[in-house]
């Protein structure tokens, strides 16, 4: 039965109104340490006490998941902000650790020295239907408990960050590794 302190692997599917799928299991299991804020809480709450096996089906609003679009995290910033050689290009994406966790960066247009990137998570403002299965589930170990994730649960694609836009360093692309920074913010994607 899942409760609080628990790594759970899960089956997932996350799909928009309009029934696409916007991500799922299919480029990797979910598995999350289960009462640390690390889903949505309403998913968090419908999961727990299910047990293995357990299909769970919930459509939440952006307020529950990502939040509403936010025009503030919408910036225009120059090429100082990024690797030097890195080709800048509108649809390009980072990821970006800064003291709250990962954060998402989009370059939406270049013009010249001018870059504007939007910080806004992919799904916000969209309705999301969250359909998971319940695969696994195991008791945290001490590490885990104290780190706040699971083992393993920051790895893969969509991490690469080595330093903050915040802080006007360099951003990385995400097809980089997930080997130079410290996770005990996470990396999720």
């Keep these: 039965m ?14 928009d109104e309009k029934g696409n799928t916007l991500e799922s299991s299919a480029e990797g299991l979910l598995t999350y340490l289960h009462g640390y804020g690390h889903l949505p809480i309403a998913l968090e709450r419908a999961l727990e006490g299910k047990d293995q096996g357990t299909h769970v089906s919930l459509t939440l609003p952006p307020v529950q998941c990502f ?10 910033v120059g090429p100082e902000m990024f690797e030097d050689g890195l080709e800048i290009k509108a649809g390009l994406s980072f990821q970006n650790m800064t003291e709250h966790g990962p954060q998402l960066i989009r370059v939406v247009k270049v013009d010249g020295n001018q870059i504007t990137i939007d910080s806004n998570h992919p799904y916000a403002g969209k309705n999301l239907t969250w359909d ?4 696994s589930m195991r008791h945290a170990n001490a590490e885990e408990m104290q780190q706040g994730y699971a083992s393993g649960m920051y790895t893969g694609k969509g991490c690469g960050a080595r ?13 980089k590794s997930c080997h130079d ?9």
Excluded: M
């Design 2 to 15: 899942i409760t609080k302190n628990q790594v759970v692997s899960l089956d997932y599917f996350i799909k």
């Design 163 to 175: 330093k903050s836009c915040e802080d006007r360093n360099a951003c990385t692309t995400e097809d």
């Design 181 to 189: 920074h410290d996770h005990s913010q996470g990396c999720s994607h």
């Design 132 to 135: 998971v299965v319940v695969l």
């Design 67 to 76: 939040g509403e679009r936010n025009e503030e995290l919408f910036r225009v």
